[in-house]
């Protein structure tokens, strides 16, 4: 975010805040689990004046025209419906808080509707000068066009998610790209080909990677595990994510969210509080560096996760700096660059031998680099420095699901 909320830091965020959860108590618990900002909350000035207290930002709804893309049936009217009088009107009449670090514009357009949403994130973001606009994409389970250029009525409003994705950076002028993708709910070959394309998007046109992941269930049985949480994180950040956001903190839609409609705690709570504490620990190095590639060590060429990925596996990676980068389990790796040059160059671990939780163990990942780098570690809150082994190797332990970023200087 360009102002309000400092963009050089790993944020995280929530999805909704139900009036049942705005007493000082409960926002104080808010910060206290870890998170910095919350999606699609209301104008309620009490509350907002209460999230100034525990520096807690809001994303604000209903300040203008809404906009849910749904089932797809308006695709392409947005501009006849939501017309610009409206959005002018509705900035004359914005009354500032400090705690407003974003104005919500919408969610999951259709690509026919991103000429327009591209004046509206440029309009919102001038009208709105100590917030940026925020917009959440679709992600690639979202239904596609038919092949026929008469077809309207779709979500995406392309024939690929590749292009969806394409016509959003050429038309919706942002530095950032926001999608959801509930993992959980729909399958994890999914969700790394959604990171893939998304990722190299952001990279190849200078924007931030933001996420939305679950932290609820879309079954009332199911409760997601502290180690699906960490998985779902480490594996973003394996593609370069710089914004980890969560759905939802209290009634928004399905199950199990981290407070009951009550505004009680859940079980899920304290893992969450767990997940962010140790994301942000890690997030005050890992955002020194962005991602330039992903690549997937140690799974079979057949493996069930990559059926749908671009990208082939390799049994060992060389990047000229991290030098037969080898694991005794699956794990995705993230090359990262120091954004400047004295930070050097990282690589983010993310075990992916059991991302459904199931029987999770740990295991070596190793490694070779120059000896003239000095090379870290941070991993589960902590930073080491790494030494050599008696064979000129680099070693360290991994658990099933958990994230580590290597440094090399």
């Known amino acids: 975010m360009k102002n309000r909320l400092d963009r050089s830091k790993l944020f995280i965020g929530a999805y909704i805040l139900q009036p049942c959860a705005r007493t000082e108590r409960h926002i104080r618990e808010l910060a206290e689990c870890g998170i910095d900002v919350v999606m699609c909350m ?27 893309g749904g089932d797809g049936d ?74 026929s250029g008469e077809e309207t009525v779709c979500q995406l409003g392309t024939a690929t998610y590749a292009e969806y994705i394409a016509k959003y950076c050429e038309y919706v002028p942002s530095d950032y790209l926001c999608y959801d993708y509930y993992m959980y709910s729909a399958s994890v070959a999914g969700a790394y080909e959604n990171l893939r394309i998304a990722a190299d998007a952001c990279r190849d046109t200078g924007r931030d990677l933001w996420i939305v992941l679950q932290v609820n269930s879309s079954r009332p049985e199911v409760w997601i595990s502290e180690n699906q949480l960490r998985f779902q994180a480490y594996s973003a950040m394996a593609f370069g994510a710089r914004a980890i956001i969560w759905a939802c903190y209290t009634a928004g839609w399905w199950h199990n969210q981290v407070l009951d409609e009550n505004g009680e705690k859940t079980e899920q709570y304290e ?8 994301i942000k620990l890690l997030g005050e190095t890992y955002m020194k560096y962005r991602r330039t590639s992903t690549h997937f060590i140690g799974f079979c060429a057949d493996h069930p996760d990559l059926k749908a990925l671009a990208y082939k596996p390799v049994s060992a990676l060389n990047t000229g700096i991290f030098l037969d980068v080898r694991a005794d389990a699956p794990i995705i790796a993230g090359q990262m660059v120091g954004t400047v040059p004295c930070d ?32 870290s570690v941070c991993q589960g809150g902590e930073r080491s420095v790494l030494l050599l082994d008696e064979s000129g190797v680099y070693r360290l332990s991994l658990s099933s699901c958990t994230g580590a970023l290597v440094t090399a200087k």
């Open 74 to 147: 308006k695709a392409g009217r947005m501009e006849s419906i939501n017309t610009p009088d409206k959005y002018e009107a509705a900035a004359k009449v914005f009354s500032d808080h400090p705690a407003i670090v974003g104005i919500d514009t919408g969610d999951e357009p259709s690509a026919l509707d991103f000429p327009y949403y591209g004046r509206i994130i440029d309009f919102t973001e001038r009208a709105f000068p100590d917030q940026f606009a925020y917009l959440n994409l679709y992600p690639n389970y979202a239904s596609v066009a038919q092949n």
């Open 271 to 278: 893992k969450l509080k767990r997940i962010n504490r140790e």
């Open 344 to 375: 050097g160059y990282a690589l983010m671990l993310c075990a992916a031998d059991d991302p459904q939780d199931r029987a999770g163990r740990s295991f070596e990942v190793t490694f070779r680099a120059p000896y003239s780098r000095t090379v």
């Open 42 to 68: 209301q104008y309620d000035r009490p509350a907002l004046d209460l999230f100034a207290k525990y520096s807690v930002g809001a994303v604000v709804s209903g300040v203008l025209p809404g906009w849910w």
